[in-house]
């Protein structure tokens, strides 16, 4: 009983910290989006960064962030708290399905991040592709999770490889980098989750979203590995796959191409989160082989 109250008012506490914290920022980003301003790219990682704070998340970081624009990010999806914890960490803006920008306040804090929404039909790709180019060539930084949904947290699922599209272009003759994120919730209150414990910060399947958080607020500290990997781009994954990839705009050669990067960024990610909860995350950012070797 005095744990089940413990846990209610410290998740109290935090849902009420976070929303004064989110109310307080969100003019200023409103006029920041609104005029254009450069603060409209970086205030967002300020605002995550004293969010996960506020809600329990001490996020570990192994490996360097690449400086190099334009770039892709990649990341496997667990939940929602995967976007504090990346946003607290690089100036980014995300990729995500359309149903999010009509969440409440959610959907709004996904709109003044400068989300890319996507709907999930094929008939799409080629506007959504040239949506998220479009954003690459002015400078900005994307995730996208190219799993499409979240997981339980103990798993990397298949990536989808569509949205791997926006690297065949180039920008100022430079390829567009793709760097692979591996996200792992490994800990809480310093003791290792298990594979029973790990699901309570995934959200997935069914999950109803408020009744969820209030729970993740209620518990202690969470600690998240987030490792972040070599770079790489379409040359380079085609190569891996033992194709010559020339550039030459046929459907059977991009759609190798796509695939071959989708595949390579799915061994490495899932390569990471195995060794973050694994409890070997210093060993996670050695050079994976190609796909067909670990066939």
């Known amino acids: 009983?005095?744990?089940?109250?413990?846990?209610?008012?410290?998740?109290?506490?935090?849902?009420?910290?976070?929303?004064?914290?989110?109310?307080?920022l969100i003019p200023v980003q409103v006029v920041a989006v609104a005029l254009g301003l450069d603060l409209a790219r970086r205030l967002p990682r300020f605002y995550h960064r004293v969010c996960r704070r506020l809600i329990g998340l001490e996020v570990v970081r192994?490996?360097?962030?690449?400086?190099?624009?334009?770039?892709?990010?990649?990341?496997?999806?667990?939940?929602?708290?995967?976007?504090?914890?990346?946003?607290?960490l690089i100036d980014v803006s995300f990729v995500a399905k359309s149903e999010v920008a009509e969440w409440p306040l959610f959907g709004l804090l996904a709109k003044l991040q400068r989300s890319v929404f996507i709907e999930r039909r094929a008939s799409h790709s080629v506007r959504h592709r040239d949506e998220i180019g479009k954003r690459l060539d002015d400078g900005d930084a994307l995730v996208i999770f190219p799993e499409g949904t979240t997981s339980d947290g103990n798993r990397v699922l298949p990536f989808k490889s569509a949205l791997f599209a926006v690297a065949e272009r180039a920008v100022n003759g430079q390829p567009i980098l793709v760097q692979p994120i591996s996200v792992a919730y490994v800990r809480l209150d310093g003791m290792p989750l298990g594979r029973e414990w790990r699901p309570y910060y995934a959200w997935y399947g069914a999950m109803d979203m408020p009744g969820h958080l209030w729970h993740v607020l209620g518990l202690g500290k969470v600690t998240v590995?987030?490792?972040?990997?070599?770079p790489l781009d379409i040359a380079a994954a085609a190569a891996g796959a033992r194709f010559e990839w020339t550039g030459v705009r046929d459907r059977p050669t991009l759609a190798a191409a796509r695939k071959a990067l989708a595949d390579r960024c799915r061994i490495v990610v899932a390569r990471g989160v195995a060794s973050a909860l694994a409890g070997t995350s210093h060993g996670a950012l050695a050079e994976v082989k190609p796909p067909e070797a670990l066939a």
């Open 1 to 24: 009983s005095d744990v089940c109250s413990s846990d209610l008012v410290r998740a109290a506490a935090r849902l009420v910290l976070y929303l004064a914290w989110t109310f307080l």
């Open 62 to 88: 192994h490996g360097a962030i690449a400086a190099s624009r334009p770039i892709l990010f990649v990341a496997n999806h667990t939940s929602y708290l995967d976007i504090t914890v990346l946003a607290s």
């Open 225 to 230: 590995e987030v490792i972040f990997h070599p």
